[in-house]
């Protein structure tokens, strides 16, 4: 996510933009040797005196024991951005000092590609230009969402935080099926991946709930009402998205 914000920042001429990064891979080596990004290895090398957002792009379990290092940052007056799952502000509050200006925010992986979505909540010291900030910030991945509570980020995480993996999971399910009735592996592989990529640009392009566009597909005894007979069962797929999101919203909570 780190990296998708970062190619989103510089196409956007967002910066300039300092990237704090132990391991720097080749193409952070490349744009620093570009001079596009400053790249340091920790975060006492960061030489700006004024920074206006500090981006926090760790896993939950990392910034437990990292968190702390940032806290000069805050201290200097940066906002502070955090994209972990599960780490609550209370936890950044105490790293990061009772004045934090802390949001969290919970992209998803299609923001590689600009077509994600990030939902966002503004802790209690956040100000109206910080939630503009993070918001144009986040932007850069796609759409963003705000929500006014902050338990409501652990449902943002089990929704569509974890969602593209449902997705992905849902390619390889149709492929096994379609192998399944005869398909070879490539074919019925070609034609999910298709099918699920190109409901999903008819999603983005036609405004019509899901729903509709679900029945307009339905010829009434046809083959698409055969199976959605099965999927729509009580013990279909509903049902069962429910409780795979209630889990991944359990395990977020557990995070903290």
Known sequence: MGGALLKGWLARDI????VVEP????????LARKKQITLVAAPSQVKAKKIAACLVALKPQILKGEAPVLAGFSKNGALMISIAAGTHTDALYKAWGRDARIIRAMPN????????????YAAKNAKPADIKKADALLKALGQTVWVKKEGLIDSVTALSGSGPAYLFLMVEAMTEAGIAEGLAHAE?????????????ALLAADKSPAASLRQAVTSPGGTTEAALKVLMAKDGLTPLMKRAIRAARKRAEELR
């Not at 992986?109 to 966002?120: E, H, K, N, V």
């Not at 019925?188 to 999903?200: C, D, H, I, K, N």
Request: aromatic residues 0%; positive net charge; charged residues 15%.
């Open 188 to 200: 019925a592989e070609q034609l999910a991946r298709a099918t699920v990529a190109g409901a999903g």
């Open 23 to 30: 391991k720097p891979s080749a193409d952070l080596k490349n």
């Open 109 to 120: 992986t299609p923001g590689a590609i600009g077509q994600g979505i990030t939902g966002l």
């Open 15 to 18: 910066g300039p933009v300092t």
